[in-house]
């Protein structure tokens, strides 16, 4: 187990509504970043949080917003949504001893269904 | 953009037998060059990583070959097993670790 739990772990929305998804990560991972896996795709890099900050984003457009709290929780916001938006969202965190070598530690993600 | 390309998208091979994955990748400021893979219903987990200075890295049955001049990179599934049926993602990191992933390969492995 990775200690990132996230929820819900399957949701369904109509296009044009608003969802939120919630990530908890292990204590002392200050960095969390979220994760769009399409069906059969590899995930693509939406935005990074560091202590509370966004400090990169993906080629996502504005209506994707995220934030992260002072105990490291996070959370995705996507507004209007797409059928596009249907996809896994994956919550990754890192600790800051982990070093410079691209390891992240997953959630098992949302599941995102657009009608 | 897909700046780190794989393939195969799917290989079956029969237990004992040897899986290898190829990615190429294209933007030279990539620093580290880690493989995840993930079961059905699961987040991706790192199973091995390589840097860019380092020609080959083994871990087990798991072996990374990187050829840093021609942007390629490998990941050979040694004595493959049935346990080892999963997706496999090759990715790249850059600056911020910010990941790049590749498109996945299936992995079947036959009994």
């Known amino acids: 187990e990775t200690g990132v739990t996230q929820s819900p772990t399957h949701l369904i929305k109509t296009r044009g509504q608003q969802v939120t998804l919630r990530c908890s990560s292990q204590s002392g991972h200050n960095t969390v970043s979220w994760y769009q896996q399409a069906l059969g795709q590899g995930p693509q890099f939406i935005f990074q949080y560091y202590r509370e900050e966004e400090n990169g984003r993906g080629n996502f457009p504005p209506r994707f917003s995220g934030l992260q709290f002072p105990n490291y929780s996070s959370e995705l916001n996507v507004n209007a949504l797409e059928l596009d938006d249907s996809a896994l969202y994956l919550c990754?965190?890192?600790?800051?001893?982990?070093?410079?070598?691209?390891?992240?530690?997953f959630g098992e993600g949302s599941r995102l269904t657009v009608l | 953009q897909q700046q780190v390309k794989q393939s195969p998208q799917s290989l079956i091979v029969q237990k004992g037998g040897i899986s290898i994955i190829n990615c190429a990748y294209e933007?030279?400021?990539?620093?580290?060059f880690p493989w995840y893979q993930q079961f059905p219903g699961k987040g991706p987990a790192l199973l091995i990583a390589?840097?860019?200075?380092?020609s080959e890295k083994k871990e087990g049955r798991f072996t990374i070959s990187f050829n840093k001049s021609a942007k390629q990179f490998s990941l050979h599934i040694m004595d493959s097993q049935p346990g080892d049926s999963a997706t496999y993602f090759c990715?790249?990191?850059?600056?911020?670790?910010?990941?790049?992933f590749g498109g996945g390969t299936r992995v079947l492995v036959k009994p």
């Open positions: 990715a790249a990191k850059a600056a911020g670790n910010k990941l790049t």
């Open positions: 390589i840097r860019p200075d380092v």
């Open positions: 933007n030279t400021a990539f620093d580290y």
């Open positions: 990754a965190s890192r600790h800051p001893g982990q070093g410079d070598t691209g390891e992240l530690f």
